[in-house]
């Protein structure tokens, strides 16, 4: 009798302990993958922060853009030699920006064309302007036509999520950074796949304010981690008293 009564109390046991093992085990998988994403991460940082602080080197060469993945490429300092082509420059639309040590505002960044001597182009992030300097009327810039030699950052394409509004692209108007799209719609002869953020001139402030690159590169995965190994040992906890008080029932 007594064997009738444990049996399907035995059974019950067994199942707990089995999905309580999985999803111990699932916890511990997550927190582990989290710590790897933490090396990832770390390494990443430090080859970008070798790359912002390295000598200038020249552009990848065009018969390699097809092939260049962003990591490839992504905040490398370069040194590039072009005619600029302010007829033609796109704007940015950012939600905040800052004009040397002014307030954060809305505004826009300034993509000029840099067209190559040997027939390709790159667009340029010139830096940034408030809302009342949209029109190029409002920024003078002694260098608008003519060749220069910018220094700067390497970016990469961003993505768009559900909330990116649509682009203008009559009025040159985006909300994203899409070298090839932008390039297309200003008819640019062979672009580059990625774009250029222009270094600030703290010699020869003023508009757009140069230096648009921002350092925002988040690193939570070791507070996930401990997130979810405290979940896994928070389970165990539970499950260990809740046997133990079974056992003495």
Do not use: C
């Amino acid at each position: 009798m007594t064997d009738a009564i444990l049996a399907p109390r035995r059974g019950s046991t067994a199942l707990l302990s089995l999905l309580a093992l999985i999803a111990f085990a699932i916890l511990v998988s997550l927190g582990l993958w989290q710590v790897e994403r933490l090396h990832w991460k770390e390494a990443l940082i430090t080859r970008i922060e070798a790359r912002i602080h390295g000598e200038p080197g020249p552009l990848p060469a065009p018969s390699t853009w097809a092939g260049l993945k962003p990591l490839d490429y992504d905040y490398s300092r370069v040194r590039v030699t072009g005619r600029l082509d302010p007829a033609r420059e796109a704007l940015i639309f950012r939600g905040a920006g800052k004009v040397g040590q002014g307030p954060s505002q809305p505004g826009y960044w300034i993509m000029t064309p840099l067209l190559l001597t040997d027939g390709t182009s790159l667009l340029v992030n010139r830096g940034f302007v408030p809302l009342a300097n949209k029109e190029p009327a409002s920024r003078p810039d002694p260098q608008r036509g003519q060749e220069v030699t910018l220094t700067g950052l390497l970016r990469a394409p961003e993505d768009r999520n559900l909330f990116t509004p649509t682009d203008d692209a009559a009025k040159a108007e985006w909300y994203t950074r899409d070298p090839l799209a932008i390039s297309a719609a200003l008819g640019l002869p062979n672009p580059a796949p990625f774009s250029l953020d222009e270094e600030a001139h703290p010699a020869a402030p003023g508009l757009p304010a140069g230096g648009a690159t921002v350092f925002d590169i988040p690193n939570n995965h070791l507070s996930y981690a401990g997130t979810w190994f405290g979940l896994a040992g928070t389970l165990a906890g539970v499950f260990g008293y809740f046997m133990w008080r079974r056992r003495r029932g």
